[in-house]
């Protein structure tokens, strides 16, 4: 007898009638079942998925549609930074006058930001504390101009930040946040990426490794820094989840076998990155916002510590829940609750005030005790 799936539906009728399926043919007649209704089953998980698919791929167009909405609406200032007449050697000054926020779209009854005036002074470490939601992150993001306030003034050196121009700015600014996008490049690249007019020195590419706490983990790659990641692999490769043994599977496996690398060595990727952008000697305003949330406990305060060690001729801001180590560190500490600055100082003057910093800095110091006892 002829595999089934090869048998047309004369022959199917010839077998029958000679008689050759007898016993057979229920249980030829059931598998046949039961493999259309696989095929029906895959058909509708497949349509279900790329239904899934199409429906992110539109979300995802919706937001650039929406950012680039965004963007057009920031205005690119006609000025170079740093002015002529202003050297900013000792790193970029800040200051927010009267900022209230509302981001665009947003149906909350409350904003982001409320009265926000705060002043930085060039060079100073700045510690931006205060609990979830209370405008942290917003205040970088205005800093950077990724948005432009509701109503209120940014001025970068004594101007206005609409005064320079928008590229000069983000050549002068690195921000290192939670955001640990990697591109389907090698290793190296990703890093060299910060410093693009040098992403083939080797020597700049592995120092800002070393100093953004990669180069252990590269190490131990087979192909160390000239290994490549191709995250596209793995999403072409989703309806195969669960199949090893489909045609496909075993296609995509003989390819040459790429490396996932875990959320934190991600974030020591991209702190290397910001590393190697500081080889420019253009940054003037270093913005870290939370991007050792995926961190070990020794890893953040390494990248703290190697952070603080090159702050000449940088404004640093601090985002983090984990301040502690920094206070000592801080020209200025900002308290924020539900969007507004609720204390400013040095820790010892916050300390004494005894106020809402003092609150979250001895919850924190409670944690650390307890879990040393
Ligand atoms: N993209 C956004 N669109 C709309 N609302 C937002 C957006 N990002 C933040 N918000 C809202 O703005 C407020 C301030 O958020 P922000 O992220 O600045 O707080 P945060 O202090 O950094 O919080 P966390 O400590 O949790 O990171 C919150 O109420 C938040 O829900």
């Given at each position: 007898m002829k595999a089934m799936k090869?048998?047309?539906s004369d022959e199917y009728r010839e077998d029958i009638i000679r008689g050759e399926l007898g016993p057979y043919i229920?249980?030829?007649?059931?598998?046949i079942l039961q493999q259309s209704s696989n095929t029906l089953r895959y058909s509708i998980e497949n349509v279900s998925n790329s239904t899934e698919s199409f429906r992110k791929g539109v979300n995802t167009l919706n937001s650039i549609y929406a950012t680039s909405k965004i963007k057009n609406l920031i205005q690119d200032g006609s000025c170079s930074y740093p002015s002529a007449e202003r050297s900013c050697?000792?790193?970029?000054?800040?200051?927010?006058?009267?900022?209230?926020?509302?981001?665009?779209?947003n149906k909350s009854t409350?904003?982001?930001?409320?009265?926000?005036?705060?002043?930085?002074k060039p060079g100073q470490l700045v510690v931006i504390v205060g609990e979830n939601g209370s405008g942290?992150?917003?205040?970088i993001k205005i800093l950077t101009r990724l948005y432009d306030p509701t109503s209120g003034e940014v001025h970068i050196d004594g101007m206005p930040s609409s005064h320079y121009r928008m590229a000069d700015l983000h050549h002068s600014t690195a921000v290192l946040s939670q955001d640990n996008h990697m591109y389907p490049l090698s290793l190296s690249e990703n890093i060299g990426l910060g410093y693009v007019g040098h992403v083939d020195d080797a020597s700049m590419i592995s120092r800002a490794a070393e100093l953004g706490g990669a180069s252990s983990f590269?190490?131990?790659?087979?192909k160390g820094i000239d290994t490549f990641l191709n995250p596209s692999l793995e999403q072409f490769a989703w309806n195969l989840q669960g199949k090893p043994d489909h045609p496909l599977s075993k296609e995509l496996n003989s390819l040459e076998k790429t490396v996932d690398i875990s959320g934190g060595e991600r974030q020591r990727l991209v702190a290397s990155r910001a590393f190697m952008r500081f080889n420019s000697g253009k940054v003037k305003f270093v913005a870290v916002d939370e991007p050792s949330s995926a961190l070990d406990a020794e890893g953040e305060l390494r990248l703290f510590q190697n952070l603080i060690d090159v702050r000449a001729g940088k404004?640093?801001?601090?985002?983090?829940?984990r301040f502690g180590h920094l206070t000592r560190y801080a020209d200025q500490i900002i308290c924020m609750k539900e969007g507004k600055v609720v204390e400013m100082g040095t820790h010892q003057s916050l300390m004494k005030a005894d106020g809402e910093y003092a609150k979250l800095y001895n919850i924190q110091a409670s944690a650390f005790s307890n879990t040393a006892q």
């Amino acid at each position: 007898m002829k595999a089934m799936k090869e048998m047309t539906s004369d022959e199917y009728r010839e077998d029958i009638i000679r008689g050759e399926l007898g016993p057979y043919i229920l249980k030829a007649s059931i598998a046949i079942l039961q493999q259309s209704s696989n095929t029906l089953r895959y058909s509708i998980e497949n349509v279900s998925n790329s239904t899934e698919s199409f429906r992110k791929g539109v979300n995802t167009l919706n937001s650039i549609y929406a950012t680039s909405k965004i963007k057009n609406l920031i205005q690119d200032g006609s000025c170079s930074y740093p002015s002529a007449e202003r050297s900013c050697e000792s790193g970029m000054a800040l200051e927010l006058k009267n900022v209230t926020f509302e981001y665009p779209g947003n149906k909350s009854t409350s904003s982001a930001l409320r009265d926000v005036s705060l002043s930085i002074k060039p060079g100073q470490l700045v510690v931006i504390v205060g609990e979830n939601g209370s405008g942290k992150s917003t205040i970088i993001k205005i800093l950077t101009r990724l948005y432009d306030p509701t109503s209120g003034e940014v001025h970068i050196d004594g101007m206005p930040s609409s005064h320079y121009r928008m590229a000069d700015l983000h050549h002068s600014t690195a921000v290192l946040s939670q955001d640990n996008h990697m591109y389907p490049l090698s290793l190296s690249e990703n890093i060299g990426l910060g410093y693009v007019g040098h992403v083939d020195d080797a020597s700049m590419i592995s120092r800002a490794a070393e100093l953004g706490g990669a180069s252990s983990f590269i190490s131990k790659l087979e192909k160390g820094i000239d290994t490549f990641l191709n995250p596209s692999l793995e999403q072409f490769a989703w309806n195969l989840q669960g199949k090893p043994d489909h045609p496909l599977s075993k296609e995509l496996n003989s390819l040459e076998k790429t490396v996932d690398i875990s959320g934190g060595e991600r974030q020591r990727l991209v702190a290397s990155r910001a590393f190697m952008r500081f080889n420019s000697g253009k940054v003037k305003f270093v913005a870290v916002d939370e991007p050792s949330s995926a961190l070990d406990a020794e890893g953040e305060l390494r990248l703290f510590q190697n952070l603080i060690d090159v702050r000449a001729g940088k404004t640093m801001i601090f985002v983090t829940h984990r301040f502690g180590h920094l206070t000592r560190y801080a020209d200025q500490i900002i308290c924020m609750k539900e969007g507004k600055v609720v204390e400013m100082g040095t820790h010892q003057s916050l300390m004494k005030a005894d106020g809402e910093y003092a609150k979250l800095y001895n919850i924190q110091a409670s944690a650390f005790s307890n879990t040393a006892q």
